[in-house]
């Protein structure tokens, strides 16, 4: 018999639903749901499934642990939450899979690479491309000198939200929870960050690190009634002397799918999903074009891998807190920037 891979999801509702989707398919044979940990379960899609499969719901990931263990603990929780969270789950023998952001605290973020390192478990944190073959081999080119040293590049994210969205959560929009816990939630740190992150990772010395910034500056905007912004403009230097330009907003009319170009010696990297082609293209000067498929055409990338990674003891996870964390992650500087 297969063995599979034993999963606690901690918050089963919003982007939760997507793990649940992916876990709860016949067709998923390598992974299965032992437990769910929600305080308000029922606002899942997929609650009436729970319950009809027998799935124990626990109002906490501590009440879970007093009954159950798992070999893989899902945190899909806001951001506040997290570090709390993955910590309990690793301390009870569970390799962890966090949502991204990892945390707003920079202390917290060490604290969770600290009892990655201590108890031996793996720690990824949900940043989607990282994961996919594509971003992989992209930047396995990249490290390789394949496109000469990177110059510039520049994103632009346009992905409309309305009062809807801010107003679905206690935290959404805040700065900080009621208990003073870090949050800055905004369309940098949610909903973009997936490619904020994508242009740091990219030019990363490492197979699993980022660059880091050396110098920022920052123009943001509001049209929203929140505590943080839902439009920004960002400039930044990375230490490795890589010009980025980040500009994103939820407010807008029309949704556009994410685009970057990147700037090469020898080549210029463009992703405009909304051209004649949503692939990723390498484009050298003499004419010549290399291309690497969309990343967006596997989403839950992460939760495959992490899923083998346990299966087959490979601690290759692709996007750990060394590429997605405080002291080694600009993104994490950036946002506290």
Known sequence: MTKQVSVVLVGIGGYGNMYLRALLDPQNVNAYVKGVVDVVPENSNYYQEIIEQNIPVFESLE???????????????????HKHQ?????????????????????????????????????????????????????????????????IRMKSLVLW???????????WAGKKFSPNGEMIFDSVANNATAHFLHHLF???GDAIDRSAEIDQLSAELYRANSIETFDTCAVHLLTKNNVEVIYL??????????????????????????????????????DGTKKTYQDP???????????????????????????????????????INQ
């Open 86 to 150: 993955s910590c309990i789950a690793m301390e009870n023998g569970s390799h962890v899979l966090c949502e991204k952001p990892a945390t707003a605290n920079r202390k917290h973020l060490q604290e969770m690479i600290e009892t990655r390192d201590r108890t031996g478990k793996k720690l990824a944190i949900g940043f989607n491309w990282s994961f996919t073959n594509t971003i992989q081999a992209l930047k396995e080119d990249i490290l390789t000198g394949e496109f000469g040293k990177p």
């Open 63 to 81: 009440a879970f642990y007093q009954e159950h263990n798992a070999d893989l603990a899902i945190i899909s929780t806001p951001i506040h939450l």
């Open 248 to 285: 994103a907003s939820h407010a807008i009319s029309n949704n556009h799918r994410p685009k970057y170009s990147i700037e090469f010696e020898n080549a210029i990297i463009t992703y405009h999903p909304e051209g004649e082609s949503s692939d990723i293209v390498a484009t050298f000067k």
């Open 160 to 170: 409309p939200r309305n009062a809807d969205y801010f107003n679905r959560s206690s």
């Open 296 to 334: 967006e055409n596997n989403h839950l990338a992460k939760l495959g891998v992490m899923i083998e990674a346990i299966l087959t003891n490979d601690d290759n996870i692709l996007c750990g807190p060394e590429a997605a964390s405080i002291m080694f992650m600009p993104f994490m500087v950036c």
């Open 201 to 203: 990772y990219l030019t």
